[in-house]
């Protein structure tokens, strides 16, 4: 019987890990120059704190848009996030500040350099494959 009950909780945790993982957010189209970005977008304060979290994979032009509520100095980690990142911190002009390459599975802070609105989180490399850098405006955020 408690061979039973275990293995039914082993199935349980699965179940419930697996659809924590899955857990989408509504898309938005960014513009970053001539590149456009799929990017699901994270609100609310629990949407933050999950963000891509458990994601295995992110297509080539797909991202994450983390919206404050304010401007603020902004730092962002990888804590159960198995994908290596580039986050870009945005400021209220819709202008990237500072660019910054974020290692999977890691608690590392990884800060703006002055007061933030949003973060992007690309697939490592983006930015600088596509030859964007501070100062570049992003089209499309969410207000």
């Not at 120059?33 to 699901?40: K, M, R």
């Not at 994601?55 to 100095?73: D, I, L, Q, T």
Request: proline share 6%; hydrophobic share 40%.
């Amino acid at each position: 019987m408690k061979k039973i009950l275990f293995a039914a909780l082993c199935a349980q945790l699965v179940i419930s890990f697996q659809a924590h993982a899955q857990q989408r957010f509504p898309v938005t189209t960014l513009n970053l120059g001539i590149h456009l970005v799929q990017a699901e977008v994270a609100l609310r304060e629990e949407e933050r704190a999950q963000g891509l979290m458990y994601r295995e994979k992110m297509g080539a032009n797909e991202g994450m848009v983390f919206r404050f509520p304010e401007s603020r100095m902004v730092c962002m980690w990888m804590k159960n996030t198995p994908l290596p990142l580039s986050v870009a911190f945005i400021d209220e002009s819709d202008t990237i500040i500072n660019i910054e390459d974020m290692q999977p599975q890691t608690q590392d802070a990884h800060c703006t350099k002055k007061p933030a609105r949003y973060a992007l989180e690309m697939n490592q490399g983006w930015f600088k494959q596509k030859n964007l850098k501070p100062g570049t405006k992003v089209g499309g955020l969410p207000k």
